[in-house]
């Protein structure tokens, strides 16, 4: 392909930082649910921490009893997170990371993995954030630039993007890390919070949410699904046999872990699609570069190595990526 680089851009254009697009799978923190929720059960039951945190009929006897079907993000304990990094350049895959809870036979383990991923998780936001260090290295020592252009130019080192993670991907990441107290990685990640921060609805150099983009942030007649969305562009839907509303179950029940992360991922490579697709209707990426990008995806999916489930999304994209294909 050819692209412009960064070495190329305009004194006073910020290049696009590298984009992470990723996807949690969470269980309800049932000891947690209970803890906060204990009040409003009118059939008590006696709970015991060390044989209940993972009893999936407790969990489903206090939802039914509080009418509670989808917990706030606080109660939701991340199993899961995979992830990858796409070049601003080329808008290849260029990095990834998976990492599920496995084996935890009690709710202290639960909670030490799940603090283990999260910093993880936070480390591996910004491995690539050196990406433009030569712009910024050159451009911030441009001794004519006033500080305030210095501020609105600053070292941009991820920008997160996903399907629906401003409402709760990055939600219940931050408020887990807060009860874990770990501290964010990302300088200005919370200590800026004007309207050039990673919290600031707008920021999409920062946050760029699909479904806010594709609902105009939050137009209810407009949200759709990942799955409907996907399917309408003929990228192939979720795993087969697997929702997020079985997480909890196929996690407390059949221990399925794997299971779990391979559904996972596969949303994130499906969001990936729908994110190329989204920057081509933003004339981001042009005609022939869209279809470069198709062609190099089907080809990453396929190549020998990968796992069967990514290939099975290569061949039921089939329409997909027939685009790059026509004349």
Known sequence: MTMNTS?????NERPQAPILIFDIETVPDIPLLYVNYQDRLENKFVFNEDSHWNDNEKLEEIKAQTKIDFPQTIYHCVLSICAIFIDPETYQIMDGFKRTIRNV????ELKGAEKNILKEFWAFSIKHQDFHKYWYDQTMNDRYM???QRNKLKKLPVTFCGYN???FDLMVIEQRSLIHFITCPIDDYVKNLGNDSYRYKYASDKVFDLMSFVSNF?????RIGLDILAQSMGLAGKLSGMDGSQVASEFYINNASDKIEEYCAIDVLISYGVFLAIQK???ILSEDRFKECLIWFEKWLLKEGKPKSYRDLAIESDKYFAYAKNA
């Open 7 to 11: 070495r190329n851009l305009l004194k």
């Open 105 to 108: 036979e009690s709710y202290s």
């Open 146 to 148: 006033s500080d305030y």
């Open 165 to 167: 993670i401003s409402n």
């Open 218 to 222: 939050d137009n209810k007649n407009a």
């Open 281 to 283: 209707f933003r004339g």
